[in-house]
């Protein structure tokens, strides 16, 4: 299994200043910085486009783990790509192919990673789960930073461990993104999950180092 990453959601930044957000996820010691994509559409909410995400790349060197919540990401993924993307996760709810989508991806030499919504049943994206780098369990209604930690999202993991048995899937990144905090994630690490987004928890934390070492302390210590 992939070691315990953590991967600021630089939504959850004084958008006033982008610049020091950057500073503090390099400084905390985080693996990635997450970037939601919002179009206005797939979403109710608007956030960051091609330009702020081609900026991020040249002022970190942190891997972009960029997150498209956008309606269209048959015809868009791409330009996410040149844009700097690293990790490219787009929503199964949303394509119309996502086999091709990966292949796009992949083709780039980028990671590719698939995202479920809370209300979305697993099987939606089981065809697809041994093409992918990433899988995405979104324990929030993507649109907005702050919400309240859907638990439903420890139900879809346990169908994912289930039905990952047997598989060789150690390269496989399980991500889960929404309310996750010291309180919740051993419970998700002892469900397969290994990658972590952490928006206003981050942010919100006076020691940003601190809150991430506790992170990954708690997901390795109430797991066991």
């Known amino acids: 299994m992939n070691k315990i990453t953590i991967a600021p959601s630089i939504l959850s930044a004084d958008p006033l200043d982008f610049g020091s957000a950057v500073d503090m996820i390099e400084n905390s010691g985080a693996d990635w910085i997450h970037v939601d994509v919002m179009d206005g559409h797939f979403v109710p909410n608007l956030s960051f486009g091609l330009p702020f995400i081609k900026a991020l790349k040249g ?10 919540m956008i309606s269209n990401p048959d015809e868009r993924a791409a330009a996410y790509l040149e844009a700097g993307a690293d990790y490219l996760t787009f929503h199964v709810e949303a394509a119309k192919d996502p086999r091709n989508i990966i292949k796009l991806i992949r083709e780039k030499g980028r990671r590719a990673g698939l995202a479920l919504n809370p209300a979305t049943h697993f099987q939606t994206i089981a065809p697809y789960c041994e093409s992918v780098d990433l899988l995405l369990f979104m324990s929030v209604n993507p649109g ?20 990952s048995h047997g598989k060789e899937l150690d390269h496989l990144f399980v991500a889960v993104d929404g ?18 987004v952490s928006g206003s928890f981050f942010f919100k934390a006076r020691d940003k180092r601190k809150i991430v070492d506790e992170l990954r302390l708690a997901a390795v210590e109430e797991s066991e």
């Open 179 to 196: 309310g996750v905090s010291v309180k919740n994630i051993g419970k998700l690490t002892g469900r397969g999950a290994n990658s972590f």
């Open 144 to 163: 907005y930073s702050g919400q309240e930690f859907m638990p439903v999202v420890f139900e879809k993991l346990e169908e994912f461990k289930a039905w």
């Open 59 to 68: 002022r970190t060197s942190l891997p972009l783990d960029v997150h498209i």
